[in-house]
């Protein structure tokens, strides 16, 4: 990398852009798949009331952009994983968390093409006839990012770049 | 109406893209037909291109790994053909008359990856048998 830092960091880094973007991610999605799944009906006091009392339909812009800059960037270090993680991870018979690896590189594609009838159901939110679909489609695309982020962070507990 | 009702649903779309009868056609049919193109692209194994980390290495469609060139990456090509073919399919239906667009099942679009999972499992099972033998 120029000298300036090594390949280990490097890598580092961008896993680490790749970890923020998937935190505000989790974030957004969670806030509002509890406002779907859970709606609150009459103010009350109390962190999770707050917690699913947010404006839901303001989320659905940051979520599909914060989704594909976290699809991207993963895309990105996936090669470095290839190489420097996958096969090491063979090579000691880690195979469960190898195919778990597998597993959430189809679920976050699967999660990409749903992003445009989301974000469709978010933004005509005042239409009764997709109230189902909004929240069905909301509440599977935040288990897919829980599921995406929990793997990630085990894998990376297993074996990060710089192991 | 609720407060949550209040708080989570704006009374007007946003945007005109929102409000587009177009852009619905393209949005349901782009998200449902993805799921199960990826599925098709996935078993029929018809990346749009072929990627070899370790060599910076290159080519359109299908090629395997190699004691030479090491590992390959096939789901870059996976997820991009299924793209295309689904932005493709949703261009289509961009021009069915809605009446037809109105025909389409909205739970398609949060059932089918549902469906889609025991699939993507078993289509990983050279993995979990790796793992039984251990």
Partial sequence: MGGIISTYTFWTLWLFVHLILALGLLGAITHQAMAVALPVHKPAPGIVTRFRAVPAAGYATTVCVLYVLTFFVGSYIYTQYRIAIRIPLESAHYYKTGGFFDFKEHVATLGLVLLPAYWYFWKNAQKPDYDNARKGVTLVIAVMVWFLFIVGHVLNNTRGFAS | MSTAATASKPMQPTSSLAMSRRFKAFALTFSISGTVVYCLVQYFNYPLFTYWPAVHRFVWG?????????????????????????????????????????????????????????????????????????
Avoid: C, H
């Fill in chain 2, 62 to 134: 299908f090629g395997a790994s190699s004691a030479d060139d090491g590992p390959n990456m096939l789901w870059y090509g996976w997820s991009v053909t299924t793209i295309l073919i689904a932005s493709a399919l949703g261009m289509i239906a961009t021009v069915i008359p809605e009446q037809t667009v109105r025909k389409i099942p909205l739970w398609l679009v949060w059932l089918l990856p549902i469906f889609a999972i025991p699939y993507v499992i078993y289509s990983l099972m050279p993995w979990w048998t790796l793992a039984a033998r251990q």
